[in-house]
């Protein structure tokens, strides 16, 4: 398909993390350990999409144990993502509102409730190992905002997503954008890199307009790119939520006048970038030393999302056409055998 594709603008370097292979070791024994993925269908398209290398693309200066604990939290965001957008949950807001409600526990308490019949859903196992190996030394206001991040996520996704393909809604463009940095849990991965990278943003720049506009411009590319790349795969699950698909369906474009539009956007949210970028370190030179690798985190993320995803079979219309049902890959216990 990428022959296909429009050239996505990135002015970035391409780089990646020596301690990849490690990582990769990591991320089969952790998925094990916390029953994310133990079926064997589960597991080989888990492989094959490599999340190790993935991580060590846009966290190319991560140490071993930073990069094995993001690398963590990338994986449970794709397997309850895919959950709701592959599997028959997503199209049911009610039947996974007891899950999410078990993930908030561990965010807002630090321990997870339990579900009537006494079993967690591994969803909510691994939660509570990533939040208990994250959030401890963290600032109050960086984990203030990190639970704020991910319980609008889950929320979101669970909600205003599950419902629209429940009532047939299409939302427009606009709406979409605003929502797409939370259902794609693209602040929750930004949040990440202060933790990555041992820096602490005070508030006043999180709240300066520069770093907002540069945050928000570099959140808009990274789920774009995802949206050109993972639209010819989601168009086979009818999925509606994609930039490329609601363009056509709103500006009655074809298919390649869409897919352009969508990457004439990326170029433009780029310049925003670099502009908001340039701006910002004018402005704060004495803060240079934690706002270089700031935004350092957020080019890697932009450059190494379209590089991971130029490679990944994981956008592959084969990857899910090859399954006569999704649930023939998802892991019912993920999220729990909900029931109706």
């Known amino acids: 398909m990428e022959s296909e594709l429009p050239d996505i603008y990135c002015p970035f370097p391409q780089r990646t993390n020596p301690n990849v292979g490690h990582t990769r070791v990591h991320l089969e024994e952790w998925t094990r350990n916390t029953g994310l993925v133990h079926r ?11 999340f190790g290398s993935f991580v060590g693309m ?22 309850v993502d895919d959950q709701l ?36 859903p591994a969803a909510v196992v691994a939660l509570a190992d990533l939040w208990e190996r994250t959030t401890p030394t ?39 954008i605003a929502k797409r940095r939370h259902t794609g849990a693209i602040h929750v991965c930004m949040d990440l890199i202060e933790i990555v990278a041992g820096i602490e943003a005070p508030e006043s720049i999180h709240n300066d307009s520069r770093f907002i506009t540069a945050l928000e411009a570099s959140c808009n590319i990274v789920c774009w790119a995802n949206d ?14 994609n930039l490329v698909h609601l363009v056509r369906h709103h500006r009655g474009y074809g298919e390649r006048e869409a897919l352009e539009h969508v990457c004439a956007r ?17 402005a704060y030179p ?26 990944t079979p994981r956008y592959n219309p084969a990857d899910v056409s090859q399954y006569e049902e999704p649930e023939e890959y998802l892991e019912a216990t993920v999220l729990g055998l909900v029931r109706d």
Do not use: C
């Open 40 to 50: 064997d269908s589960a597991r080989d398209r888990f492989a094959q999409a490599d």
């Open 58 to 79: 846009v966290h190319p200066t991560a140490d071993s144990k930073n990069l094995d604990l993001v690398a963590d939290w990338f994986v449970w965001l794709f397997l």
């Open 85 to 120: 957008d592959d599997g028959h949950l997503g199209r049911s807001p009610e039947r996974v509102r007891d899950v999410v409600e078990l993930m908030r526990t561990v965010i807002e308490d630090d321990t997870p409730g339990t579900l009537p019949d006494g079993q967690l």
């Open 138 to 176: 963290a600032a109050p206001h960086w984990r203030t905002r990190f639970g704020w991040h991910l319980t609008t996520y889950l929320t979101t996704a669970t909600t205003w997503e599950a419902g629209n393909r429940a009532a047939g809604v299409v939302p427009s463009e606009e709406t979409y």
């Open 228 to 241: 050109v790349y993972s639209y010819e795969k989601e168009q086979v699950l009818g999925e509606i939520h």
């Open 266 to 282: 990326i170029a433009a949210e780029t310049e925003r970038f670099l502009a908001a970028e340039s701006e910002l370190l004018a």
């Open 286 to 311: 004495q803060l240079s030393w934690m706002l270089t690798p700031y935004l350092d985190g957020m080019r890697s993320w932009m450059r190494g999302n379209l590089d991971w995803s130029r490679q």
